[in-house]
């Protein structure tokens, strides 16, 4: 009986389906899978576009220099916002503070256009190259210090520029890179300062005073100390809790920087200067009540959907693809119907031939000596008596 079952189990696993059938089966299966996914990939870009494809991130800035008062209204693209925005904090912070000229983007087609603002606005007023620098070091230090573990949740989140912009300030090394990729696209030569715990720029001068660092040693180039964070801090004053501190200076290797792939409008705003009223502590002109000023949302309309594009733009193709559908799920049905009989029959013609054989493999057995004989034996192999 053992080796019966064994033999109809084998039968069964030998069957194999219609190889003219299989084959016929795949080939259908690779056309349909053609006709459906190319014109997916076709049809998509003209989908994801919208009616407005730049949006923009609206800013307001306001500071003062020298007893004037300065408002500065930017549009930001989005895109260029979440272009940065996408850089994992790894990669940001992976070669630590000495390797924050990745951060530095003085080929950010944008900033190059900011940094030319405000030149031009110091021109304007004539002013030379110390004020130039110190006009934007007050521009920076207008921004609000924010901490990266409130506003990230990560305790080291160097932002780039465009970033500490949008999201109006950051902490010391973030403004410090902002004033860093201005002066240096302005020209001026500019090193990174790193006391314990605190990040600033140092700027390349001759004959100030105040803190300064000869780099390199022998050099003769000296670098004058920016502090970035709070109002006031003039080229060369070093806050007193760094007084008597060591620091590192790392130089700025611009050619490691990120360079996103993405092209912007130019700026169009300028700087605007007004008589200083009140106080001292500048505000937007656009918030009366003295409030921050805020992001306004971007405006994103819906993506129209794909199922309309693809029957309204393209017809005869949708045609084709539902053809096609009704004929695979045709022959997919004529398939389920037609196996089973086949396997009925050839499991059924299995059966009884593992049957039959086992009949004739059956032992026979000598009623005189009780020898064990094969079943086709017709005299006792161990008597030669007559068994059958």
Known sequence: MRASTLRLLNGQVMKAPNSKHRTLTLALIAVLTFIISTPMVL??????????????????????????????NLSIPKVLYEAYKEIPVYTRTRNGPAGYGFLT????????????KLNDSANQMEYGSYDKVSFV??????????????TTGFDEYPRFPIETLVDDGGDCEDTSILFATITLIMGYGT????????????????GLHG??????????????????????????????????????????????????AVTVTPLEATPTEAPVTGSSTPTPTANIDNTSPT???????????????????????????????????????????????????DLSSTQTNDESKGTENA?????????????????????GKQIG
């Not at 994801?48 to 730049?54: I, N, R």
């Not at 949302?297 to 053809?323: C, E, H, K, M, W």
Request: one cysteine or more.
């Open 43 to 72: 049809v998509h870009p003209v989908v994801a576009q919208t009616d407005q494809p730049t949006e923009y991130y609206d800013k307001c800035f306001a500071w003062d220099y020298e007893g004037r008062h300065w408002t500065w």
């Open 295 to 345: 992001v306004t949302d971007p405006n994103i309309q819906q993506v129209r959907p794909l199922s309309v594009n693809l029957i309204g733009q393209n017809p005869l193709l949708f045609i084709l693809i539902a053809t096609a559908i009704v004929v695979s799920f045709g022959l997919a049905i004529w398939s389920v119907r037609r196996r089973p009989k086949q396997d009925a029959v």
């Open 211 to 260: 803190t300064s660092w000869e780099y390199p040693q022998g050099s003769n180039k000296t670098y004058y100390y920016c502090e970035t964070t709070g109002d006031g801090f003039k080229i060369g004053q070093l806050p007193d809790e760094f007084t008597g501190q060591n620091a590192y200076i790392y130089p700025i290797d611009q050619s490691t920087q990120f360079v996103p």
């Open 105 to 116: 983007t003085t080929e950010d087609y944008y900033m190059k256009a900011l940094a030319e």
């Open 363 to 383: 032992d026979k057995f000598c009623i005189y000596c009780g020898g064990n004989n094969k079943g086709y034996a017709v005299f006792c192999e161990k008597c």
């Open 137 to 150: 070091l007050a521009f920076v230090q207008s921004l609000p210090y924010t901490s990266d573990n409130v």
């Open 191 to 206: 090193v990174y300062i790193n006391p314990p715990e605190h990040y600033a720029v140092g700027i390349l001068r001759n």
